[in-house]
């Protein structure tokens, strides 16, 4: 089964500085692809990173970047320069592949909570 | 609307009662998902629509759940004999392609917030 794995239940960075963010998945796939989402304490989850498995470079979006290490099976989120609205939940998710093709459904990681201090 | 709207954003029931829960996808976004969120959890699959169909409710966790989305836009979350353990943020999302596109556009609601007591 497939499983995301997010050991830090809490991290704290200073503004400005680089924090990242781990996470680790268990799947037996050749193909997945890899997610990092953001929840703000409004609730939404805001889509912030995407990797798929057979992408040869690290994702990046502007101030975020996915370390993607295929042989170890992590996955984490560096978050460069942090800012004071960066603090919110952040999960890691992963995307199932079922019957040769992609699902809908994402798995979810138990998520890291990040607070930003000035 | 521009985004993804969910009714009620919180609401309390006793324990045994009915909930209906409601989710405004973004226009034209024809899939439609639903998730459970637990406090302390990540989000989980309850339900994905394509259009009017369920396309997966491998998801609900029993008979007492269901959901439906009659016109392929507006979907509601039903909860009958409510339960304490039902209690959660339900999370409604919508993407324009039937799967999570590579690019990551699945669009959330902020959630309705479930307490049964």
């Known amino acids: 089964a497939q499983k995301i794995t997010q050991t830090q239940p809490g991290m704290f960075v200073q503004e400005k500085e680089a924090v990242t963010l781990d996470c680790t998945y268990d799947?037996?796939?050749?193909?997945?692809?890899l997610f990092w989402y953001k929840q703000p304490s409004s609730g939404e989850m805001i889509f912030l990173i995407y990797?798929?498995?057979?992408?040869?470079q690290n994702a990046t979006e502007g101030r975020y970047s996915l370390n993607f290490q295929k042989a170890r099976k992590s996955a984490n989120l560096v978050i460069s320069a942090s800012q004071l609205g960066d603090s919110a939940m952040y999960f890691c998710a992963m995307r199932e592949w079922r019957y040769g093709g992609a699902t809908n459904k994402l798995i979810f990681g138990t998520g890291t909570l990040l607070a930003v201090q000035p | 609307g521009a985004g993804v709207s969910q009714t009620p954003s919180n609401k309390v029931t006793e324990k045994g009662k009915y909930v209906e829960l409601r989710c405004d996808p973004i226009?034209?976004?024809?899939?439609l998902y639903w998730y459970r969120q637990s406090l302390g959890q990540g989000p989980e699959f309850l339900i994905y629509f394509q259009g009017t169909g369920a396309a997966d409710d491998s998801g609900l966790p029993n008979d007492r759940f269901f959901a439906v989305r009659p016109e392929g836009s507006v979907s509601t979350l039903k909860i009958q004999r409510t339960e304490r353990g039902d209690s959660a943020v339900y999370l409604c999302a919508s993407s324009q392609a039937g799967v999570a596109g590579f690019g990551g556009e699945l669009f959330f609601g902020e959630g309705s917030r479930l307490t049964v007591l």
């Open positions: 226009s034209g976004h024809t899939a």
């Open positions: 990797q798929g498995s057979y992408d040869e």
């Open positions: 799947t037996s796939d050749q193909s997945y692809g």
